[in-house]
């Protein structure tokens, strides 16, 4: 591509480095910002260098967060003594999107996956065992991809906290609601065979 | 969504004004940005800004430039006194890539398009007419889409400039390389039938 402008340019290119954006994309955005107001460009490109600037990660769940401690572990109302590990600031915002979890995370950043070289080391487990042996949460929640990382993961932490009275869960397998039983594969549906659930408490869950 | 940080949402909202773009691509292109440097944000987002503020619109041919006149208008190595007579900027930018172009251009910022209520008047269709009156070129080739409103607007300009002896052409209409005779619609079939052209030029063209 060929520019007019070296400003054109630069501000191409920066769009063009984020993922799964090209060069096209990249020139559509631009100019797309250049009709709009000198103010409203300067909004956005404020709000993305405070951004990346002012951001914490909460010293306790490791999720993103304006202070030291983010919105959910400094809130009186969640319980505290309930946490749900999960892989990522995705799935948290996920969960929380249900607004039907009312404990509080801790965030791995990542999972064990040693084909991509990730290992215990790289992950927040070491201070995940340390917060349950200080804290002595009653339950913590694997909301781990199932998958053979998320399962090695759960298998690895479990093992860490050997010896630390607490209750350990994983969130359900299943058909996905909307699903068709003849479509599932048969390992989601030989689970939820095996981890049926009584009806009373089904009503409950989806009353 | 739910976010855990007010800064984050402000980088996510901001993202997801911009066309083509949701809350989820805002949500993985911000978190993106928070894995890369502190600087490298710092660049982006100044690329971004000094962008809109510095940018100007050369006078003479309504390009994007750095300085009152874009780089086209002021090479002197460029035929100063043939006009292409394009669209938008993108225009621009695609014809400026296949390098077979050596005059100067004139964006017109649109094309006429009543339905979308857009008028001669808000393009810059005067102005070509003043710089026609002025400059005195050659040649004015229009390299306008070909569709209704192109050939409106096409015609429009054609009778503005009615009195002045100079040149007026349009890029050709045909089959594209690649193309197949069996899939072509009749319409430019017929067109690059009645506009053909004699053997000894294409081979020169291709050549």
Known sequence: MIF???????????FAKLP?????????????????DVQEVQF???????MREQIKFCKRCHNISDKE??????NPMRKQEM?????????????????????VYH????????LDGIGPDQLTIDALVDRVSSERPQEIIFALNPNIQGD??????????????????????GISFGGELEYADEMTLAKSISNRIPVENYIQAIS
Chains 1, 2 share one sequence.
């Open 4 to 14: 007019s402008s070296t400003l054109l340019e630069n501000a191409v290119n920066e």
């Open 107 to 114: 965030v791995l950043g990542g999972i064990i996956s040693p």
């Open 20 to 36: 799964g954006i090209g060069k096209k994309t990249a020139l559509r955005l631009v100019l797309h910002l250049i009709k709009q």
């Open 44 to 50: 956005f490109s404020e709000a993305i260098s405070a």
């Open 69 to 74: 401690l983010c919105n959910i572990c400094s």
């Open 152 to 173: 090695t993961t759960v298998y690895y932490i479990g093992r860490k906290l050997k010896g630390i009275p607490v209750k350990i869960t994983t969130i359900a397998r």
């Open 83 to 103: 946490i749900c590990v999960v892989e990522n600031i995705r799935d948290v915002i996920a969960i929380e999107s249900t607004q039907q979890f009312n404990g």
